[in-house]
């Protein structure tokens, strides 16, 4: 999501920024009954760790470490858990990218020191947490009215391990679509039409980039098709099943061609001058957003948060969505409880209770991170949802289809770590001015040594 970010810098994960993996065929079954069972008892239950400061006292304090925006404090989920709950107070700490977020977590991890009661996994680490990390971690299996079937079968496994033990429960999924500027398209002289656009660059991404070589032709000053080389990227490999592993567990990054030819296409887009030269999530990106510096990006549902959240109220409206070229998911996360926290007991259900079908159409109603619970699929929250920034685009309906027909993908221990490389140590390169060729060199290099430590 992460979004979220990504809420997350959901490059190789949420997301993403991997705030962000691959679905199966959409069930649309409704299960209303969990949410209110995870509610029944808590507010009689003190916890270990109460605080006796300020309005605090007396109240169990439950901490939230989280990478990026992932929207609960904004959606008002915070506020309405300790209303239910009266003895709970809630609190969290953000860091932006998960590439600095996720080393702190694992040291903590080792540690046994430093934990928040609820620890966020990004998509692109879960499956080196659940192989390294799940002795340290409770089974959230086992929290107040979880069951496995309220989530998507793919998503439950990537978090589950051999002997069974389920060390997150999924917060979001990232199925992708395309953002766009429709003033600024109109003054390139393209369509705006989102029906119109998806048919133009319909099964292929680089019928994508020759809609962005049109567009650059009469851009309005100043601006760019896309907003950068990493955020493409990310989306193209999304749409592949297979990326950096084999379903072997084997790295395959180098020798995989839809990896270099996706890398390819990106530096070759960047090199023409398609996408701006900005690395997703930072300051001078966010700054970018507000200053309608990009006429379109690669849109996972939590990206609608991000475009809120640092786009000036003027271009409220201005954007619409369309179908991408491909099916895929950019992002996701998690939700783990410690065993080392303070509160394991308060954690869990408040874990469940965030990742509750009916908590996440709240969430994706106004933050827009798109369920992992299928059973939301079916709420008004989803069918009926809009966005202030894209207008009356049928949001809900274009990301669910587009989950639908995601590829489940293989993930690897260090997804994020190749993923984020080949933004870091080669796309960004060819911003600066190196030949595409010499950024994969570089790059290789790079991950290669990363992945011998």
């Not at 659940?130 to 971690?137: C, E, G, M, R, S």
């Not at 989803?382 to 949001?395: I, K, L, Q, Y």
Request: net charge neutral; with cysteine; hydrophobic share 35%.
């Amino acid at each position: 999501m992460r979004g979220r970010t990504l809420p997350h810098s959901r490059l190789g994960s949420r997301g993403g920024n991997t705030r962000r993996t691959a679905r199966r065929t959409v069930v649309l079954a409704v299960t209303a009954a969990m949410g209110a069972g995870l509610l029944a008892g808590c507010a009689d239950d003190g916890g270990s760790d109460s605080s006796s400061s300020g309005d605090n006292k007396g109240k169990t304090v439950v901490k939230l470490g989280l990478f990026g925006a992932f929207g609960y404090k904004e959606a008002g989920l915070y506020a309405e858990y300790e209303k239910l709950n009266p003895k709970i107070k809630i609190e969290e700490t953000v860091t932006q990218r998960n590439e600095n977020y996720y080393p702190a977590l694992v040291n903590h991890l080792t540690t046994g020191a430093g934990l928040m009661d609820i620890q966020a996994v990004e998509v692109g680490n879960i499956n080196e947490v659940v192989n390294t990390q799940a002795d340290k971690l409770e089974d959230v299996s086992k929290a107040p009215g979880v069951k496995s079937s309220e989530w998507l079968d793919w998503k439950w496994q990537q978090a589950t391990t051999k002997d069974g033990q389920t060390i997150g429960l999924g917060t979001d999924v990232g199925p992708v679509a395309i953002c766009y500027r429709k003033d600024l398209f109109k003054e390139a002289g393209l369509p705006t039409d989102r029906e119109e656009l998806a048919k133009r660059w319909a099964g292929d991404w680089k019928k994508l980039i020759d809609v962005g070589e049109e567009y650059q032709k009469n851009a309005p000053e100043g601006t760019t098709f896309m907003d950068s080389p990493g955020g493409l990227m990310s989306a193209i490999l999304g749409s592949e099943k297979v990326r950096f592993y084999d379903e072997s567990g084997e790295v395959i990054y180098k020798s995989n061609p839809v990896v270099k030819e996706s890398f390819m296409m990106t530096a070759k887009a960047a090199e023409d001058g398609l996408v701006g030269s900005l690395a997703q999530f930072q300051p001078d990106w966010n700054t970018s957003i507000a200053n309608s510096k990009f006429a379109a990006i690669a849109c996972p549902p939590w990206m609608l948060g991000t475009l809120k959240e640092h786009s000036k109220p003027e271009s409220k409206g201005k954007w619409d969505v369309a179908v991408a070229p491909k099916s895929g998911n950019w992002g996701g996360a998690f939700l783990s409880v410690p065993k080392a926290g303070k509160n394991t007991k308060e954690a869990l259900k408040l874990a469940a209770w965030l990742t509750a079908p009916e908590q996440q159409a709240k969430l994706f109603k106004v933050q827009g991170n798109f369920p992992s619970a299928p059973g939301a699929y079916t709420t008004p929250e989803v069918t009926g949802a809009t966005n202030e920034m894209t207008g009356d685009a049928p949001v809900g309906t274009i990301f669910a289809e587009a989950a639908k027909t995601t590829p489940v993908q293989v993930i690897g221990p260090k997804d994020q770590i190749i993923g984020s490389s080949l933004n870091d140590n080669g796309l960004v390169l060819v911003t600066k001015g190196k030949s595409p060729a010499d950024a994969w060199e570089t790059a290789t290099k790079t991950i290669d040594n990363k992945l011998e430590k």
